[in-house]
C-alpha cells in the first residue's frame, strides 16, 4: 500500500457508506431466535466509534443488507456487538454463519440518546419489550460505566416467556448488583420455571407505580410502546420525558432513498431517537 494512502493522513474522514469487513468472533443463542454476535475488525478492535443508540448496516454479499441496532456500549473498545432475531432471509442467513465468519458493516447511522447532557443527573427508567431491549442496552451498559454522571436507574424489562428474555444472565450477574439500580423483570404467561412477576409490561408500568421525577426511555412492539406511553401519561409524566427509537423503516442510512422519510423528518438522520413529543409532529401514518 502506498505510503501516502488517504486512510493514513490524521485529517481523512471513513466514508460511512464504504463497509468494512468484520469477523464474527463470538456467537450467543440468546433466545430460541435470537442471537448475539461479537464482530471486530480483521486485526482486532472495534470497526468505528458510535455512541448510544446508533445503528449500523449489515450486509451479506448476494443476500441482502438491514440496518440493526449497536447492542453493545461505547464504553466497550474492543468489539461491536448485535443482537438479531430471525425474522427473514438475511437474518436466517446471519444465524447460520459460524464463528471466524466474516460479513461487512458499515456505519454508524443516526442520531443517539443524548446521554453526555440532557441524561447527566437524572434517575433513567428504562421500558423494554422483547427484541426490544437491544437499543437500550448501550445505553443501559453506558450509563452504567459512567455510573457517577447518572441518578437511580430503573429497568423494567418484559417478554413472552423466560425463554424470550434477552441477556438474562447480564441482568442478573451485572444490572442487579449495579450501585443504585433495580430491574423489574415480567413475562406474559405463567412457566413453571419462573418465580417472577406475570404479567403484560404496560401493565407492570402502572403497578410499579414510578415516580414522574425520571427521564423514561422505552424500546419494543409498537403496540407495547403505545399503551405503556399512555400509562405513563396516567402516571403523570410528560411526553417530553419519554424517548423512544425508531429503527423499522430505516434503508439507505443517509436520507437519500426516502424510505424512512415522514413528514419533514428522516428516521435514519433525524432520528432514530426521538422524544415523544416530536413523534406527535409526525404525521399519523408512521
Not at 66 to 94: N, Q, R
Not at 148 to 159: P, R
Not at 179 to 194: G, N
Request: hydrophobic share 35%; proline share 6%; charged share 25%.
Amino acid at each position: 500500500m502506498s505510503e501516502d494512502c488517504l486512510c493514513k493522513n490524521p485529517s481523512y474522514q471513513r466514508d460511512v457508506l464504504i463497509p468494512q469487513v468484520g469477523v464474527i468472533r463470538k456467537i450467543t443463542q440468546e433466545t430460541p431466535d435470537v442471537r448475539s454476535f461479537i464482530v471486530t475488525a480483521p486485526g482486532g478492535g472495534r470497526l468505528f466509534d458510535q455512541m448510544p443508540g446508533q445503528c449500523a448496516m449489515i450486509c451479506a454479499p448476494g443476500i441482502g443488507e438491514a440496518m440493526f441496532s449497536i447492542t453493545s456500549s461505547p464504553t466497550e473498545t474492543d468489539y461491536h456487538e448485535f443482537s438479531i432475531k430471525e425474522c427473514g432471509v438475511l437474518t436466517s442467513y446471519l444465524h447460520g454463519l459460524k464463528e471466524g465468519d466474516q460479513i461487512l458493516v458499515r456505519g454508524p447511522y443516526g442520531n443517539h440518546f443524548p446521554v453526555e447532557d440532557i441524561y447527566k443527573g437524572k434517575d433513567l427508567l428504562f421500558i423494554a419489550g422483547g427484541i426490544g431491549l437491544a437499543p437500550l442496552r448501550s445505553v443501559i451498559n453506558y450509563c452504567l460505566a459512567k455510573r457517577e454522571d447518572y441518578g437511580k436507574i430503573d429497568i423494567l424489562y418484559g417478554s413472552r416467556s423466560k425463554a424470550d428474555l434477552v441477556k438474562l444472565e447480564e441482568i442478573r450477574e451485572e444490572w442487579e448488583k449495579a450501585p443504585d439500580t433495580k430491574v423489574w423483570l415480567t413475562i406474559d404467561r405463567e412457566d413453571p420455571d419462573w418465580d417472577g412477576h406475570v404479567g403484560f409490561v404496560p401493565s407492570y408500568l402502572t403497578e410499579a407505580g414510578f415516580s414522574t421525577d425520571k427521564t423514561a426511555i422505552i424500546c419494543g412492539p409498537p403496540i407495547m410502546i403505545k399503551f405503556c406511553l399512555q400509562n405513563l401519561e396516567q402516571l403523570g409524566f410528560r411526553r417530553d420525558q419519554v424517548y423512544t427509537t425508531l429503527e423499522l423503516r430505516m434503508k439507505c442510512g443517509i436520507g437519500k432513498c426516502g424510505r424512512c422519510n415522514i413528514g419533514s423528518k428522516y428516521v435514519c438522520k433525524d432520528g432514530p431517537v426521538f422524544r415523544c413529543d416530536e413523534i406527535d409532529q409526525l404525521p399519523d401514518e408512521y
